[in-house]
């Protein structure tokens, strides 16, 4: 599927977040799973980001490493334009944190909030946003 933004995220051993995202689009860029080789790692495009909340409700490690480091990098970070968050409800107000904090350090909007690894319905909605908001029409 052709979305009207390109998908960057980040997915680690369970790979949850990687078959969200390869339901959204089959061009998926994936943010390397270890920090230092994400250190070099950047983008050339608009983007909307895809990540997991780490740390099983502490705030310190919601955000992955790779993920930091790859924001950190001023070229990515000027690019990103939204962020998707991908958890588990049983962390309660911890669910999908990571994507709140970057959300709330860098001004981009939430697109949206997806369970593990979505239904066909977050699927539909998240793609439906994603049309509405960089669409070109």
Request: aromatic share 8%; proline share 7%.
């Amino acid at each position: 599927m052709v979305l009207p933004i390109s998908i960057v995220y980040f997915s680690n051993y369970s790979e949850n977040t990687k078959r969200f995202v390869e339901r959204l689009t089959d061009a998926g860029i994936r943010i390397p799973t270890r920090p230092s080789d994400a250190r070099g790692f950047t983008v050339d495009a608009e983007y909307v980001l895809v990540l997991p909340t780490y740390g099983g409700g502490n705030e310190s490690p919601a955000i992955p490493k790779s993920v930091k480091v790859f924001l950190n990098n001023p070229a990515n970070r000027d690019l990103l334009r939204g962020v998707i968050g991908t958890g588990n409800t049983n962390f309660g107000e911890h669910y999908c944190k990571a994507a709140d904090m970057i959300c709330n350090k860098t001004g981009v909007p939430l697109i949206g909030r997806v369970e593990i690894m979505g239904t066909p319905e977050d699927v539909e909605e998240i793609t439906r946003r994603l049309e509405l908001l960089y669409g070109t029409e």
